[in-house]
């Protein structure tokens, strides 16, 4: 049965007990039932005596406390993606970017790509770029980024069109010198997932992202959007900084919502409008005449 199906049910019949004995202790209020019961109740942040109470009253706590649990249940579907043979992946991308090395004619890089990845705009790929700290070959760079120097071709294929070497020459032992950039490619944790179930699976990281920003802002720490996209970028998370739209907004409180999804976010607002929103809460009213920032996760 389906987890989400599962937790209803579970949550449902909660309610539906704590209903039945609500209505059963009063029942026994109003028929003086006889006899003294101590209780006892202890949680989180609470705690509850009662001394030779009715069991008509004791009953009835019950089933306010069942109640009361079941309405704060959550039920919560979270989308996963397939799993993904990302080692096997990049095998085949390997063996397909030899094989285009040993074509006879000139290949753009463009075309190169669209022969490994397809022209087609589902998302398979991660790429970054890193400088070399020391010459290295071909096969060092694959074995470093991959865990496998025979990858290599690949590695050729992606940085063809840097002017390092000749992608048709290029083999396991061609030296890329110190300082130049290399670009690498990763597989995507989305692979073959279009930009709408990409969304679905992205949410609750961006959810957790959007908790880690507000953290930050509240504990007043550097502003330092940089490294803060370096740092969601390795998530898979775009984070972008820029010029928030306050049309028909009044309030900061207002302007998270529009953004993060909920008003709690505020403080971010004021953490990346410091210079404008210094001593604002949500309440505070958007300055009609200052243009402000924002900084938030787009998919």
């Known amino acids: 049965m389906d987890p989400v199906h599962v937790r209803f049910v579970q949550l449902l019949i909660a309610e539906i007990l ?16 006889a006899g003294k019961i101590g209780f006892l109740m202890q949680g989180p942040g609470v705690k509850a ?6 069991p008509g009253l004791v009953v ?20 996963v993606g397939p799993i993904i043979d990302a080692d096997a992946i990049l ?9 285009l090395q040993k074509r006879s004619t000139a290949l753009s890089y463009s075309a190169a790509k669209d022969a490994i990845l397809g022209p087609d705009p589902i998302r398979k790929i991660v790429s970054s770029t890193n400088q070399l700290q020391h010459a290295e070959t071909l096969k060092e760079i694959s074995q470093k980024a991959y865990g496998h120097d025979e990858y290599w071709p690949l590695v050729a294929l992606i940085n063809m069109d840097r002017g390092y070497f000749d992608f048709g020459k290029a083999t396991a032992e061609t030296s890329i010198p110190a300082g130049q950039y290399v670009e690498i490619w990763q ?20 959810e957790a992202a959007n908790e880690e920003l507000l953290h930050l802002a509240l504990q007043r720490a550097k502003l330092d ?6 740092r969601y970028r390795a998530q898979e998370l775009t984070l972008v900084y ?4 306050t049309s028909d907004l009044r309030s900061v409180r207002e302007l998270a919502i529009k953004y993060y999804g909920d008003a709690k976010f505020w403080p971010i607002l004021v953490w990346t409008n410091s210079d404008i929103l210094k001593g604002a809460t949500g309440d505070t009213n958007i300055p009609v005449n200052e243009q402000l920032s924002v900084l938030h996760f787009i998919q």
């Open 18 to 33: 704590g209903v039945i004995l609500c209505l059963g202790g009063l029942v026994l209020l109003f028929l003086g039932a």
């Open 187 to 206: 597989i995507s944790r989305f692979y073959g997932q279009t930009s709408k179930t990409i969304l679905a699976l992205s949410g609750p990281a961006i």
């Open 49 to 54: 005596k009662l001394t030779n109470a009715s």
């Open 60 to 79: 009835a706590i019950i089933g306010v406390v069942l109640i009361s649990f079941s309405l704060k249940g959550t039920i919560r579907r979270e989308e």
């Open 91 to 99: 095998k085949g991308f390997s063996q397909n970017a030899a094989a």
């Open 225 to 230: 959007v940089p490294a803060l996209q370096d």
């Open 242 to 245: 820029g010029q928030a739209d």
